[in-house]
């Protein structure tokens, strides 16, 4: 059974539509795309980008998890999203390109995580644990 190591609770601005993770530990070289419109949710190394649904400035509630195993997944969502990403500091920061302080999250070090996003409306949970048969240091 999965057991929850930290969780961080914010709300972010979101300006020219979306906003970012980043783990300032190395390169950051997430890429949005713009030819899928159904695609909202982008990872690289260091980095997960999220294409909000509205267009204006606002505010969206994130919550992000860290798990040390692949966790329940929660309620229903509007939209769902999986991917993987390596974070070289296992540190992971809420950048909306606006503010210099950003929150941030130890997610259990560095490593490659599984993601798992589920929004509702501009509500999003962020679960993250580490790939198969490797434990972050």
């Known amino acids: 059974m999965a057991h929850l190591t930290a969780v961080l609770?914010?709300?972010?601005?979101?300006?020219?539509?979306?906003?970012?993770?980043?783990?300032?530990?190395?390169?950051q070289d997430a890429v949005r795309e713009f030819g899928d419109p159904a695609r909202w949710l982008f990872t690289?190394?260091?980095?997960?980008?999220?294409?909000?649904?509205?267009?204006d400035p606002h505010d969206s509630t994130l919550?992000?998890?860290?798990?040390?195993?692949?966790?329940p997944a929660h309620g229903p969502a509007e939209r769902t999203a999986q991917a993987t990403v390596h974070l070289d500091s296992g540190q992971l920061e809420v950048n909306p390109?606006?503010?210099d302080d950003a929150d941030w999250l130890?997610?259990?070090?560095?490593?490659?995580?599984?993601?798992?996003?589920?929004?509702?409306?501009?509500d999003y949970l962020f679960q993250l644990w580490p790939s198969t048969g490797r434990t972050p240091s």
Do not use: K, M
Request: zero cysteines.
């Open 106 to 122: 130890d997610v259990g070090g560095p490593g490659t995580y599984h993601l798992r996003v589920s929004a509702t409306g501009e």
């Open 97 to 99: 390109l606006v503010e």
């Open 9 to 27: 609770r914010t709300t972010t601005h979101v300006d020219h539509r979306s906003f970012d993770l980043l783990d300032d530990g190395g390169p």
């Open 44 to 55: 690289g190394r260091n980095s997960v980008i999220v294409v909000t649904l509205d267009g």
């Open 63 to 71: 919550t992000i998890e860290a798990w040390d195993g692949e966790p």
